[in-house]
């Protein structure tokens, strides 16, 4: 992990086209605004893991889909 110190409205380049810039400095936390291509995908890390254990979960369903619909309607 790189770790750097940078002060308000300073920032970081990512490659030649992200951008990450610190906005402003509070006292429980820290406001950063990410300038990149609309094409690539930014999320919070606690929503990543969040979609990445629902797409696990979902692959590890070892039902066919007409199975699980079966057993949805026999409910």
Known sequence: MLVLTRKKNQGV???D???IT???IM????KIGIDAPKNLLIL???LYQA???ENITALSNTGTA????KSFFNK
Do not use: C, F, H, Y
């Open 13 to 15: 380049m990512l490659g």
């Open 17 to 19: 086209d992200i951008k």
């Open 22 to 24: 610190v906005l402003e």
């Open 27 to 30: 006292e429980d936390g820290v």
């Open 44 to 46: 919070r890390s606690e």
């Open 51 to 53: 979609v990445r254990d």
């Open 66 to 69: 007409a199975d699980l619909l």
